[in-house]
């Protein structure tokens, strides 16, 4: 069955960094989204990207945050200037096209480390 | 803004019984109602997934209901098994069309 794959599966970086977090979805989906995990806490809505744009953002996607479709394949999630907030599992998710019904396929998510 | 809220936050019992995890949420308007496992340090393992026109999902010893207009869903997991201890979280699909809202998860152990 196709799965959503996300690289690095741990990246940890320097407080002001900016870190790259990547996404391969699944191939024939439109719809990509970014989600995060604080230890402890619930999931949480980032972003949401369709048609190369963004289609809606959560009030944490700020301007330290962009997101990315470079090529046909990857969906990235940059970070310009990390805070030791930012810490947290990351998960992509994708769905295909169709009506808002359609489920949300989730990656096994980055883990990100700031020091 | 849709809030889901899940309940027992937490939940022991012994290998063989029942059990029913509880998920609320505020807002009845959904598309549809996901529920996901998740083990330790690893990802979103989606289990069920009810469209909002449907009443329960069923997936082996797995059941889970949906009654839209209280905002309620239950997930059944029947003879418990070591292998099913993890949380398990519920996820709303409404609002803006894409946004998935979770709830904070039920941390299973199932007992030898």
């Known amino acids: 069955e196709p799965e959503v794959t996300q690289t690095p599966s741990h990246q940890v970086t320097q407080m002001g960094q900016e870190v790259i977090l990547r996404c391969v979805p699944i191939?024939?989906?439109?719809?990509f989204y970014w989600y995060r995990q604080i230890l402890g806490q619930k999931v949480e809505f980032l972003v949401s990207f369709y048609n190369n744009e963004i289609s809606e953002k959560s009030e944490i996607f700020d301007d330290q945050f962009s997101v990315e479709r470079p090529d046909g394949s990857n969906f990235t999630l940059k970070i310009r200037s990390t805070k030791l907030e930012d810490s947290a599992m990351y998960f992509c998710a994708s769905s295909p096209p169709g009506s808002s019904n359609q489920p949300q396929h989730f990656g096994d998510g980055t883990r990100l480390s700031i020091l | 803004k849709q809030e889901v809220t899940q309940i027992p936050a937490a939940l022991s019992v012994p290998e063989g019984e029942n059990l029913v995890l509880n998920c609320s949420f505020t807002d009845s308007a959904i598309y549809n109602l996901q529920w996901f496992r998740q083990d330790p340090g690893k990802g979103l393992t989606s289990l069920l997934l009810?469209?909002?026109?449907?009443r329960e999902q069923t997936s082996g010893r797995l059941n889970a209901s949906l009654d839209k207009s209280s905002g309620r869903s239950t997930l059944y997991i029947a003879a418990s098994q070591p292998g099913d201890s993890a949380t398990y979280l519920c996820a709303v699909h409404s609002g803006g069309y894409q946004k998935v809202t979770f709830g904070i998860g039920t941390k299973l152990q199932v007992i030898p």
């Open positions: 009810i469209q909002s026109s449907q």
């Open positions: 191939s024939n989906h439109l719809y």
